[in-house]
C-alpha cells in the first residue's frame, strides 16, 4: 500500500509540474497573463476543445503539440495511478479482512478483549509477552487503523451485540475481558457474554464500587478497578517499598531470569499423587512452590513439603521461565505454561 501511495504522489507532482512549465511556456512565448496562460494549458493538456485564448504564434503552436502530447500521457498515467490506488487498496482490505476472519475462526480456548483503549492495549501488550494472541472487539475507526498497523486480530462493532462476539469466536473463547468505556456498556456485554458460553472466564473492569455488585450478578467471574488497583499501588510503594519492587521484579513481562506464574495440575500428570518432597520439583526445576490453589478456591500459602499434588489443583510457582515452562510440560502435558485463569 505504500508504494502505492507514493506512485500516486510522483504522478500527480509530475502533473503538477507540466501543468506550471505550461502556463511559464505560454507566457514566455506568447506574452500573456499568468491566468491566460494557465488557462489555455489545463484546457490544452485536457483536450476539451474549448479553443485558443488568443491567437498563436508558430512556436506557440508547436509548444501547444508538445504540452497536448504530454497532458495526455500524463493524465493517462494519474487516472491508472489512482484507479491502482483505489482499487488495490479496497482488495488489499478485503483480503486482509478475510485473512483474520479465518485466523479467529481456527482458535480454541483463546482470550477476547473488548475494547482497545488504555486498559485494552497495555493488556494485549501483556498477553502477546507472555505469548498470547487475544482478539479484540473495537468499534472506534481510529484504533481499528492502529490494530491494522500492530497486526493485532480483531473484530469490528459493538462489543454488547451477539453477532459481533460470535465472530470474535466466543462459544470457543477461554476468556473475555470487559474493558470498554462505560460501566453500563460492560454489564450488558457481561450478561450477553455468559448466556453466549457458560463456561466462560469473564474480568470486568468496574469504574465505580456500585458497579461491582451488578457485574457479578451479570456473569463476571472477576470484577477489578483500575482505579482502586492503581491507589492501592501507589499507597504500597509509598509503604512497603521494597516489597513493590520485588513484586515488580516477578511480575516484569520482558525478564527471563525470574518468573511467578500459575499452572493447572491435569489428572495425566505423573506427578499427581505425589508429595512435594517427592516431586522432584525444586531438585529438577530449581522452583519455588509460592502456593498451592483447591479445586474449592482455598488458597495454601507456603505449602509443607508433605503437600499432595492433586489433579484440578494451580501450582503457583517463581522461578527462570524456561523451567517453568519444563514443569508445566509435567503438569499440564500439552497444554503450555498459561492454563486457566485462577
Not at 491567437?55 to 506557440?60: A, I, K, P, T
Not at 503539440?65 to 493524465?75: D, P
Not at 495440575?265 to 518432597?277: A, H, I, R
Not at 503437600?307 to 515452562?325: C, F, H, N, P, S
Request: hydrophobic share 45%; glycine share 8%.
Amino acid at each position: 500500500m505504500i508504494d502505492i501511495t507514493r506512485h500516486l504522489r510522483i504522478s500527480i507532482s509530475l502533473l503538477i509540474a507540466t501543468m506550471a512549465v505550461g502556463a511559464v511556456g505560454y507566457a514566455l512565448i506568447e506574452g500573456w497573463g499568468l491566468l491566460d496562460a494557465l488557462y489555455m494549458t489545463v484546457i490544452t493538456m485536457t483536450t476539451v476543445g474549448y479553443g485558443e485564448v488568443h491567437d498563436l504564434s508558430v512556436m506557440g503552436r508547436i509548444f501547444t503539440i508538445v504540452l497536448i502530447t504530454a497532458g495526455v500521457v500524463f493524465f493517462l498515467y494519474v487516472t491508472s495511478a489512482l484507479v491502482q490506488f483505489l482499487v488495490e487498496g479496497q482488495i488489499r482490505s478485503i483480503l486482509g479482512r478475510r485473512t483474520l476472519n479465518k485466523k479467529i475462526k481456527r482458535m480454541k480456548n483463546h482470550y477476547i478483549v473488548c475494547g482497545y483503549g488504555r486498559i485494552g492495549q497495555v493488556l494485549c501488550s501483556n498477553f502477546r509477552a507472555h505469548g498470547i494472541e487475544p482478539v479484540v472487539i473495537e468499534n472506534e475507526q481510529g484504533r481499528v487503523e492502529q490494530m491494522d498497523a500492530e497486526g493485532t486480530l480483531y473484530v469490528t462493532g459493538d462489543a454488547t451485540e451477539e453477532q459481533v462476539l460470535l465472530a470474535a469466536g466466543i462459544t470457543r473463547a477461554r476468556v473475555l475481558i470487559a474493558a470498554l468505556g462505560t460501566d453500563t456498556d460492560n454489564v450488558f456485554l457481561v450478561l450477553t457474554a455468559r448466556q453466549l458460553n457458560p463456561d466462560l472466564f469473564i474480568l470486568a473492569r468496574a469504574g465505580t464500587a456500585q458497579t461491582r455488585a451488578k457485574l457479578y450478578a451479570a456473569g463476571a467471574n472477576r470484577v477489578e478497578s483500575p482505579y482502586e488497583i492503581g491507589a492501592v499501588s501507589m499507597a504500597q510503594r509509598v509503604l512497603r517499598p521494597s516489597v513493590s519492587s520485588f513484586i515488580d521484579l516477578v511480575f516484569a513481562y520482558n525478564r527471563d531470569d525470574i518468573q511467578m506464574d500459575e499452572i493447572p495440575v491435569d489428572e495425566t500428570s505423573p506427578l499427581v499423587g505425589l508429595m512435594l518432597k517427592d516431586s522432584g520439583i525444586r531438585q529438577k526445576y530449581n522452583l519455588i512452590i509460592i502456593a498451592v490453589k483447591k479445586p474449592d478456591g482455598e488458597m495454601l500459602f507456603n505449602p509443607s513439603h508433605e503437600t499432595m499434588i492433586q489433579a484440578g489443583e494451580t501450582v503457583i510457582a517463581m522461578g527462570k521461565v524456561d523451567k517453568l515452562r519444563e514443569l508445566s510440560e509435567v503438569l499440564r502435558p500439552g497444554a503450555g505454561l498459561h492454563g486457566a485463569p485462577v
